[in-house]
C-alpha cells in the first residue's frame, strides 16, 4: 500500500507545480472517493483511493525514474547528427533490470458522483503540464518518426524496449539536466516533470557531487587555497551563452594531488570545468556520483541504465 500527499500526487500527474496543485485542491476542485477535498495535506492511499479534478475521475499515472552510468562519448540530447545519444542508448538496450512498471497514459473519465464543486473550474493549470521540457530537459517534440533507430538485439529486447521507446517519442521522457560529452556518470531520466522542476529549477539546492581528476598536481597548501576559493565562491569567466559569474558555496575535498570531489548546488554551463578553470588548473576527467543523497549505482557499467528504486525516488523528493 502506497501512501501520499494529495498536493504532491497531482504535481506528479502534471498539475502544475505543488502551488499548483495546492490551489486546485483549496479551490475545491479535488474529491477524494466522492467528497471534496481541501486539504492538500491529506494522505491518499494511491491503490485504493479514487480522485477526482473537475468531477473526472483520475487515473494515476505511473512514471518512468532511470538513472543511467552515461559514458563518455554520447551526448545529452534529442537529436545529433554526429554522436550518439543518451536517448540512442536507451532504445538499443533494455535496462539491467526489468522494467517494474509500464506507464499508463493518464486519462480523466466522467465520474459517477458529480460531488465535486465544478461550478468553481476555471483554472487552464488543469491537465496542463506546467513543466517547461525545453528548460528542464530536453524538447522531443520533433523527434517523432523515422530518427529513431529501430532497437537492436532479440524480439523480447524489442518488447521491453517498446514502452520506453514510446515515452521518447511522446516527448514525456526527459532529462533531468545535462552532461557534456566527455563527463561520465549519474544521469537521470524521467517522465515526472514536477520531479525535475524542482530539482533543476534555480531556487532549488540540490547537491551534485563530482569526481574530478586534474591536468597539473595540487600541492597540500594550494589544496587549502583552492577549498576555501570554493567554499567562499569561485568566479567563473563568461562561456557560450553563459555570462561571468560569481558561483554559490561549494565544497572541495581531496583525495590526491590530483583527484578530488566538488559538490556543487546548482548547474551552470561547464560549471564545474569553469570553476578548476578560474583556480588555473584543468579537468581532464569528471564524473558525477551523487545527486542529493542518490548515488550512482557503480555496478552500472558505462551506457548502462535502471530504473530507481522506490526508496530511490524517495531520496530525490
Ligand atoms: N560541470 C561541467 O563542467 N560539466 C559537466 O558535464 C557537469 C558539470
Not at 543518451?86 to 533490470?97: A, Y
Not at 567563473?236 to 553563459?242: C, F, M, S, V
Amino acid at each position: 500500500m502506497a501512501q501520499e500527499r494529495l498536493d504532491k500526487i497531482l504535481a506528479k500527474q502534471g498539475f502544475g507545480t505543488r502551488k499548483d496543485a495546492r490551489r486546485l485542491i483549496r479551490q475545491g476542485l479535488v474529491g477524494v472517493n466522492g467528497a471534496v477535498c481541501k486539504a492538500p495535506e491529506t494522505h491518499i492511499e494511491t491503490s485504493t483511493d479514487v480522485l477526482t479534478v473537475e468531477g473526472k475521475t483520475l487515473v494515476l499515472k505511473t512514471h518512468y525514474y532511470f538513472m543511467m552510468n552515461k559514458c563518455a562519448g554520447v551526448v545529452c540530447s534529442a537529436k545529433d547528427g554526429l554522436h550518439k545519444t543518451v536517448f540512442d542508448l536507451l532504445q538499443e538496450t533494455p535496462p539491467v533490470t526489468p522494467l517494474r512498471k509500464v506507464p499508463t497514459e493518464m486519462s480523466c473519465s466522467e465520474s459517477d458522483t458529480d460531488e465535486v464543486d465544478t461550478d468553481k473550474v476555471g483554472t487552464d493549470k488543469v491537465g496542463a503540464d506546467s513543466v517547461d521540457t525545453d528548460k528542464v530537459g530536453t524538447d522531443f517534440s520533433d523527434s517523432v518518426g523515422s530518427d529513431f533507430i529501430a532497437p537492436v538485439g532479440s524480439d523480447a529486447d524489442a518488447d521491453i524496449l517498446a514502452p520506453i521507446r514510446q515515452s521518447i517519442i511522446s516527448g514525456e521522457l526527459h532529462l533531468v539536466g545535462r552532461l557534456d560529452i566527455d563527463t561520465e556518470g549519474l544521469l537521470l531520466l524521467t517522465t515526472d516533470g514536477g520531479l525535475t522542476h524542482r530539482l533543476i529549477s534555480p531556487k532549488s539546492h540540490v547537491t551534485k557531487t563530482y569526481y574530478i581528476r586534474l591536468e597539473t598536481p595540487v600541492s597540500p597548501e594550494e589544496q587549502k587555497t583552492y577549498s576555501l576559493q570554493a567554499e567562499k565562491g569561485i568566479l567563473i569567466a563568461p562561456e557560450g551563452n553563459d555570462e561571468e559569474y560569481l558561483c554559490k558555496p561549494a565544497a572541495l575535498t581531496w583525495i590526491s594531488p590530483l583527484e578530488c570531489t566538488l559538490v556543487i548546488t546548482e548547474g551552470r554551463y561547464h560549471q564545474v570545468k569553469r570553476m578548476m578553470a578560474a583556480l588555473g588548473n584543468k579537468v581532464l576527467y569528471l564524473k558525477r556520483q551523487a545527486i542529493a543523497e542518490l548515488h550512482l549505482d557503480e555496478t552500472l557499467q558505462p551506457g548502462q541504465y535502471r530504473e530507481l528504486r522506490e526508496e530511490e525516488i524517495l531520496l530525490l523528493e
